[in-house]
């Protein structure tokens, strides 16, 4: 989803305005699968000709601009998705096609996220905010393989955009980079997840 030029303040109150920048960053696939292949599970390093290195929690602090040292990035899983869905995003999303089990389609998401007015309420500002911040999550911090569906978990620590900032969205970030990097080393390993603009960025 594009973000309304009024909520890049709130973006920068809640600690995504960095992210946002990176939402159009091309990824070059041959850096990351070089990397890749220099990827050591056993070590969570890269073995290079000089030595090893890593993404280290400052340099996702550096790059993305996002909090390390915060709250643990989790909440609740059982909850009534529809009706929170339309509390806190202002749309109703349909279960068992656009809201499968706690995760909501992107695409549906994108075609439906609240349209703002010339002089939108803080409500519908917020509403905007948060459906944004959902795609940045799954579009650029933690995408998985597929790409198309975020969780709706994250939803529940958007609820009060002023508490949002004081979770540790770096750190879950890296640890899903490692996680993905990981798997990818597996020779029948064909797409790989995780925050690839931060490998690029780093490298």
Not at 22 to 39: G, I, S, Y
Not at 86 to 97: I, N, R, S
């Amino acid at each position: 989803p594009e973000s309304h030029p009024l909520n890049f303040h709130i973006l920068e109150e809640v600690g995504f305005f960095g992210v946002a920048n990176l939402r159009h960053l091309k990824v070059d696939h041959a850096l990351v699968t070089t990397l890749v292949e220099r990827w050591i599970p056993k070590t969570h390093t890269f073995h290079f000709p000089t030595g090893e290195c890593t993404i280290t929690l400052e340099d996702v602090a550096l790059q993305l601009d996002l909090r390390v040292d915060g709250l643990a990035v989790i909440g609740p899983i059982l909850y009534d998705w529809e009706d929170t869905c339309f509390t806190y995003l202002g749309v109703m999303p349909v279960k068992g096609e656009s809201l499968i089990g706690s995760m909501i389609k992107l695409k549906w998401l994108r075609e439906n996220m609240l349209e703002l007015l010339e002089e939108p309420s803080q409500e519908e500002l917020h509403a905007h905010c948060r459906a944004y911040i959902l795609g940045l999550i799954r579009g650029v911090l933690m995408p998985d393989k597929t790409g198309n569906k975020v969780h709706l978990v994250y939803l529940s620590l958007l609820i009060n955009l002023i508490r949002t900032r004081r979770y540790s969205w770096g750190s879950t970030c890296l640890a899903m980079l490692y996680r993905e990097m990981c798997k990818a080393t597996d020779v029948t390993s064909r797409i790989m997840g995780g925050c690839a603009s931060l490998l690029q960025s780093w490298a």
